[in-house]
């Protein structure tokens, strides 16, 4: 009993013993400031997010604006209010936020320093928003990685691959490499290359391959087809083939005609050679 009146009469103030802090009055304000932190925080999550969905759709509701550029700032709005809940609940235990504003600002130098591949992706996100290389949706290729932009934050770049697969490039990489983006042009040329025997009427070769890849209708007229014999091969009389097509529709067109042209010079009994070679043994006597 006496050690327990002793440590409740610990000092652990100028005028203040640890008894004066276990108090029912005292447990109750620290229970009441817990809950009310705790409440704000919900709070500032739910509007943060309410706030940036209406961000956004400011952009998706108008087709003149710029949906990356919404969703960009949709970001930074959501961290501002995130910001304002955090010091607001260090208010609530009664921390003194002016003095902690203080001493970030003081600390702002080293951290920068500390962080400058942060504030390098930071900078970069800032190039890709105001420059806008790319938008959302766009199909593009970054430090030789290929897929559509999903997301722009303001540290990385979110894109899924051709199998789905989510791959996040750091701002730093997208605005310090060559970008690709295969989404600004409506249209992109295909090309082929398809070789035939050199005993074969390349006449006849030729008319076969231009009515075979005209026949679909997705192969453009204009800009003008081009349909040239561009190299003789070792083993093949090479057909240089570049065609025009919807840029949505690349991929899928350039297999299809792939496989057409092999099956149409397979029935007009067109050789497509390939090489060969073949090996003498001679008998040990």
Not at 225 to 246: A, C, E, K
């Amino acid at each position: 009993m006496e050690f327990l009146n002793n440590l409740l009469n610990t000092p652990v103030g100028a005028d203040k013993v640890l008894g004066d802090f276990l108090t029912i009055g005292f447990m109750a304000s620290i229970l009441g400031s817990v809950v009310t932190a705790i409440l704000i925080l919900i709070a500032g999550y739910i509007v943060a997010g309410w706030v940036k969905r209406r961000i956004v759709a400011i952009a998706e509701n108008n087709p003149k604006l710029d949906d990356t550029l919404f969703h960009f700032l949709g970001n930074i709005v959501r961290w501002i209010i995130l910001g304002f809940a955090f010091l607001i609940i260090l208010n609530t235990f009664g921390v003194q936020t002016t003095s902690i504003i203080a001493a970030i600002g003081a600390a702002g130098l080293a951290v920068g320093l500390a962080l400058q591949g942060t504030l390098s992706n930071v900078a970069g996100g800032v190039m890709i928003i105001v420059f806008r290389p790319f938008k959302m949706g766009d199909f593009v290729e970054i430090d030789g990685q290929m897929g559509t932009v999903k997301d722009i934050t303001l540290n990385t770049t979110e894109l899924a691959d051709l199998s789905n697969v989510q791959v996040i490039v750091p701002n730093s990489d997208v605005w310090g490499n060559t970008i690709k983006n295969y989404s600004t042009n409506k249209t992109r040329r295909a090309e082929w290359t398809f070789g035939v025997g050199y005993g074969v009427n390349l006449a006849k070769a030729e008319q076969v391959i231009r009515d075979t890849i005209m026949a679909d209708e997705r192969s453009k007229t204009e800009p003008e087809p081009f349909f040239q014999v561009t190299n003789l091969g070792d083993s093949s009389v090479d057909f240089l083939v570049r065609v025009w097509v919807d840029a949505s529709e690349y991929f899928a067109y350039k297999a299809d005609i792939t496989r057409k042209v092999k099956e149409a010079l397979d029935e007009a009994d067109i050789e497509i050679p390939f090489p060969c070679r073949t090996i003498y043994t001679v008998a040990a006597e």
